[in-house]
């Protein structure tokens, strides 16, 4: 009987097996990027996945893209079609205070910088697509672009699309030996094996390698957070009417609506981000071990919505789809591993959607991840200290971008100059990475990606960036360790948010504080700061003045000045902020202590 079943048992079907220079795991956003771009270095690549239908049909986070995420995704992509007609995103726009209120007024406070440049600045490039690339930032509509990007992927020469499995084990290669990765459709039906020199891990929270390696590494604190978002459909541009408007004191209007907007609260901030579509991505991601409201994380997500009259034409009847992650944040201890395998997006890490850094950081260690490759299947020669110099920077911006979020989940959110400060201090560190920016893009544009064209100056360009693409190693801070400078911005946050604290529990209400920046006005006018108490209507914006020949760019300098200085004016700028604030502080508490004494010998 045993033999019988033995030879009607099914014949397992025969195994595929295909050899490629580097096999990506995963086909999200990231994943696909990381897979054309390696492509267009001349290596040869297996992307292996097999999204679900509810993957493929999922609306997912509306995304907003910051700093690196727009000159990637427009060349190695070739997205800058589709990221055109995506919705144009104005920059990027901050409040607090707005729980219970039906428009923004006075006893709001508010940060904001958009990036729309002038015309005359766009005219003076010398090449008209340097402007999209470098600062034309969008929202986009996620499953779309990933749709375009699969087709991108199976139509490139040199990739293998897999489409139709999972990466079940992995056997990695001894000495300079193939790794074996062994994948299985879902439903059992199909297997196969890839050789491949490197592995690319972009299989988001799965995080594949990090579990089977032993990478993932456990936060030691107590801030984590939870995150909820809901898609929404008829969000007509007549929901936003005049309340969403803020005039300049130069007369002109910008609105709120066309920036990616956060609205914070203690312990909480919400996401507002228009799509095209009539759609808007919203959502709210709360300090886990201080919820602002009882219940799941779906019943959170509408109570606080609830808080904010402006937002009362949002209705459950319109949400096309609504998702949470219960526990939001991670890291690994290695990106990079000399064993020829690297782990990217949220594969790697995660902290929270705030300044929309998730995909950013990913483009930045994918750019570098195939700089460690190509050289070592090309020249046979792994970079160590390269490697060494990946994972070092890379988990110092990490630390950066999770200080920015954590101090702004403390009380210290109420104190108008903690949120005028703590955010000048997350400029300043977007601001000192203009000037790799401004090289990460030039080196794309002029090469579309590829190592085939690069000349002299590309490479220059492309070497100076393998150091410095980070923003825990822009000017000014270059000089230093990577975690030295994340070392130092977490405590520079640490001490606004100390003083702001103390101001708060102490009763000492600053009066709320507007800073609005544009392009060609970039800086809060700081100076101003120790005059706000007696203002009406503080409002520290710069009023736009007529700017120097020399600070406009062309697009195909190496250095251009304004951004070579940049990070140093808004250190000093910072300075000067942070040790008015100590000594407010201080002199405030002295004079507590005197009253007091004063109080004790009246009462004797």
């Keep these: 009987m045993a033999a019988q079943r033995k030879a009607t048992a099914p014949q397992e079907a025969p195994r595929e097996r295909i050899r490629a220079d580097v096999c990506v795991i995963g086909s999200g956003i990231v994943g696909l990027i990381n897979t054309l771009a390696m492509a267009k270095r001349g290596l040869s690549v297996v992307c292996v996945d097999q ?133 299985m459709s879902r439903d059992r039906s ?11 891990d972009c299989s988001g929270r799965a995080q594949l390698l990090a ?15 939870t995150a909820a978002w809901a898609q929404f459909q008829n969000c007509t541009d007549d929901l936003f009417d005049e309340r969403w408007q803020y005039e300049f004191a130069d007369g002109v209007v910008t609105r709120r609506d066309r920036n990616t907007l956060h609205l914070w609260g203690e312990n909480y901030w919400i996401w507002i981000i228009r799509l095209t579509g009539d759609r808007v991505s919203v959502g709210v991601s709360y300090h886990r071990g201080r919820p602002p409201e009882d219940g799941n994380a779906r019943d959170v997500f509408w109570k606080i919505l609830r808080r904010y009259p402006v937002l009362d034409w949002l209705r459950e ?30 594969s790697s890490s995660i902290i929270d959607a705030y300044y929309s850094q ?69 400029l300043t560190i977007f601001g000192a990475a203009m000037l790799g920016r401004f090289r990460a893009t030039r080196w794309l544009l002029e090469t579309d990606g590829r190592i085939a064209a690069e000349k002299d100056e590309h490479r220059r360009l492309r070497s100076g960036l393998t150091r410095r693409l980070y923003l825990s190693q822009s000017a000014p801070f270059h000089r230093l360790d990577p975690q030295r400078v994340a070392t130092i911005v977490e405590n520079w946050h640490k001490g606004l948010e100390r003083r702001a604290v103390w101001r708060l529990e102490h009763g000492e209400k600053l009066p709320s504080i507007k800073s609005v920046q544009r392009a060609y006005a970039a800086l809060p006018e700081l100076w101003r700061l ?75």
């Design 51 to 183: 999204p679900s239908e509810k993957q493929l049909s999922s609306y997912k986070v509306g995304e907003s893209l910051l700093i690196y995420t727009n000159a990637f995704l427009r060349v190695l992509g070739e997205l800058d079609d589709e990221l055109n007609d995506s919705f144009h995103k104005a920059g990027f726009w901050m409040a607090y205070g707005m729980e219970g209120r039906t428009s923004f007024d006075e006893n709001v406070s508010e940060w904001a910088f958009e990036s729309e440049l002038p015309q005359r600045w766009i005219d003076n490039y010398y090449d008209p697509r340097f402007a999209r690339y470098m600062f034309q930032d969008s929202q986009i509509v996620r499953p779309e672009i990933e749709a375009v990007l699969r087709d991108r992927v199976r139509n490139t020469e040199g990739v293998t699309y897999l489409d139709r499995g999972l990466v079940r084990e992995v056997d990695l290669g001894s000495g300079d030996g193939d790794h074996l990765l062994t994948w």
């Design 190 to 200: 199909e297997s196969g094996e890839i050789a491949a020199r490197w592995i690319v």
């Design 211 to 225: 579990k089977k390696f032993g990478h993932d590494t456990p936060l030691r604190d107590d801030f984590s957070t």
């Design 317 to 346: 009847d319109d949400v096309l789809e609504f998702s949470a992650y219960k526990d939001v944040q991670h890291i690994t201890d290695t990106f990079v591993s000399d064993r020829r395998y690297a782990m990217v997006g949220d």
């Design 358 to 426: 998730g995909i950013s950081l990913s483009m930045v260690g994918s750019w570098h991840i195939a700089n460690i490759a190509m050289q070592d299947v090309k020249d046979n020669r792994l970079d160590t200290d390269y490697i060494d110099h990946v994972n070092n920077s890379l988990t110092a911006d990490w630390r950066i971008m999770r200080s920015m979020v954590q101090s702004k989940y403390s009380p210290a959110i109420a104190d108008s100059r903690f949120f005028l400060l703590d955010h000048l201090l997350d």
């Design 530 to 604: 120790p005059f706000a108490e007696k203002a009406p209507r503080p409002d520290l914006s710069m009023t736009p003045r007529d700017e120097p020949e020399w600070t406009y760019v062309k697009g195909n300098e190496y250095r251009p000045p304004l951004m070579a200085v940049s990070g140093t004016m808004l250190v000093a700028l910072l300075t000067a902020g942070t040790a008015y604030d100590i000594a407010d502080t201080q002199y405030r508490k002295l004079r507590r202590t005197w009253r007091g004494l004063r109080a004790m010998r009246g009462r004797r």
